[in-house]
């Protein structure tokens, strides 16, 4: 536990970079993230792996910040890039790698559903048992991230439209929490998200192979 305890330590210590201040925990996490989502983009399978890693270190990171809306998504986005990792290989109708395809009017709906419970029940929880004092936003956007990593993980077009919303509204969420470097990781994002949407847009004509990497 000392050990653990002394470890966490040197990963939080202040670290400057150009005019503002980090950790090497939340940097480390930066660099995964960014090659998570590069990866998504590439339809490469290893991304879930790069998002498990990801995932377990913005853990450490928002608990610190007293995100745990965003703490508690990020063992959910554990379990889902396990499934996405299987999905992704072996997910379509004849246990083949999945294409990627669209939501119909219903999936759009249930989607735009479960986003709005889930909001509805994270927000109330975070307001009864936890300090956070961003309740709303937190429970908000967390909903939404794990609306966008289930469809990501069944390779549907739309989790980049979702991811779009979610990261234009994390850039203000992590700015007013000063994680600085958090927050330009999730312009970069929007960016990124962009860039899927288009790849992911075309390859779906292409009957979803055209991007696939191994």
Do not use: C
């Amino acid at each position: 536990m000392n050990a653990l305890t002394l470890l966490l330590g040197y990963a939080n210590m202040p670290l400057h970079l150009a005019v503002f201040a980090t950790t090497p925990l939340e940097l480390l996490s930066f660099l995964l993230s960014v090659a998570t989502v590069w990866l998504n983009i590439r339809q490469s399978h290893w991304g879930w792996l790069f998002a498990i890693i990801s995932s377990a270190t913005y853990g450490l990171v928002f608990y610190g910040s007293r995100l745990y809306g965003d703490m508690g998504l990020q063992l959910v986005f554990i379990a889902v890039s396990i499934f996405g990792w299987y999905q992704w290989l072996h997910g379509d109708d004849s246990h083949a790698r999945l294409p990627v395809t669209s939501l119909d009017a219903r999936g759009r709906w249930a989607a735009a559903g479960v986003w709005l419970v889930g909001f509805a029940l994270l927000a109330w929880f975070l307001k009864s048992y936890t300090d956070t004092d961003v309740p709303n936003s937190d429970g908000f956007l967390t909903a939404g991230s794990l609306v966008g990593q289930l469809l990501l993980s069944r390779k549907k077009i739309e989790n980049w439209h979702v991811w779009i919303i979610v990261d234009v509204l994390y850039v203000a969420l992590y700015l007013h929490k000063h994680l600085m470097l958090t927050a330009i990781l999730y312009a970069i994002f929007v960016g990124m998200a962009v860039i899927g949407l288009r790849a992911w847009s075309g390859d779906s004509h292409a009957g979803g192979r055209r991007l696939a990497m191994e």
